[in-house]
């Protein structure tokens, strides 16, 4: 009666165990859906080195010390960098083009703008040119920067500071606003 008695509860605790490991599912949706309701991010990346490729070139590299993925935000997906942020580009044959530093970062993904915060620093390398401004958008599409905000764009002939700034990706084509400063032209530029 013993052995009848011991093999009727291994088999009851085998079934109830059974059960609730099937009763134990998560719908990916359901986590997704919860961590954005708490305003979590579904994934944090630490000392990050991200290398972007076209058609097997290297264009870009990312390095962050965090990166937290809210990409489970159905309206506005965005990554964050609340400890700064260094982008490196490559446009000349695999050379430095630009450096962009920032302290603070989102950068949002239905509509590739960027959105880059605190000692902002871009360094053109081929031309020398560096902005630095508080705060930097950047249209990652058009490849595009711009601020409403304070800037000083120094180049190898002119220091120029204002308020109001635009220019491509490479830093050339500027629109600027609001300027002060000492600006060197040639004669057939006036």
Known sequence: MRIINKHIFKSIAVIS????????TNDVKKVRDLLADKNLPIGVAKN??????????VTSKLI?????????????????????????????????????TGNYALSYAKTQVSEIKGNVVVFNH???????????????REKYFFTEDGFRLTT???????Y?????????????????????????DL
């Open 17 to 24: 165990l059974i059960a609730m490991l099937f009763s134990c």
């Open 48 to 57: 990050t080195h991200h290398v972007y490729k076209d058609s097997g070139k």
């Open 64 to 100: 962050t010390p965090v990166l937290r993925d809210f990409s489970n935000r159905e309206q506005h997906p965005y990554n964050e960098f609340p400890k700064g942020i260094k982008i490196i580009t490559y446009e000349n044959d695999g050379k430095d083009s630009t450096t962009i």
């Open 126 to 140: 081929s031309d020398s040119i560096k902005l630095e401004t508080n705060q930097l958008f950047w249209d990652q």
């Open 156 to 162: 190898s002939s002119s220091v120029i500071n204002g």
């Open 164 to 188: 109001g700034f635009e220019s491509k990706q490479d830093l050339s084509h500027w629109i600027l606003k609001d300027i002060t400063g000492e600006v060197e032209t040639k004669q057939g």
